[in-house]
């Protein structure tokens, strides 16, 4: 059975950083592709950042500059670095997987960040 656990969420200042991490274990062929999503209050399910197997990455206009999603295949894990964090980053962090063989996704529990002005 495929699971994800996210990790290194918390509080912290505007400005501030944080990195959490994704480990996917169980059942794991390839994973195709990796990424971060949020869900502030009140809001929709936004994606974050996400890359390819071969590293290619993606990010949301808000983030750009700011957030640098990596990932290590050999020990599938994500990883989501989040620089000069904004209290409008305050959101609950979704790992998510993709798994073309197997035409299956995967998501984490959520880990919750906290921005304070």
């Known amino acids: 059975q495929v699971r994800l656990v996210e990790s290194g969420g918390g509080l912290v200042q505007a400005g501030g950083s944080l990195r959490l991490s994704c480990v996917v274990s169980?059942?794991?062929?390839?994973?195709?592709?990796m990424a971060w999503y949020r869900r502030a209050p009140g809001k929709q399910r936004e994606l974050v950042a996400g890359i390819s197997k071969f590293g290619s990455a993606d990010y949301a206009n808000s983030v750009k500059g700011r957030f640098t999603i990596s990932r290590d295949n050999g020990k599938n894990t994500a990883y989501l670095q989040m620089n000069s964090l904004k209290p409008e980053d305050t959101a609950v962090y979704y790992c998510?997987?993709?798994?073309?063989?197997?035409?299956?996704?995967?998501w984490g529990q959520g880990t919750q960040v906290t921005v304070s002005s």
């Open positions: 998510n997987a993709l798994m073309l063989t197997t035409s299956s996704e995967y």
């Open positions: 169980g059942g794991i062929t390839t994973i195709d592709r």
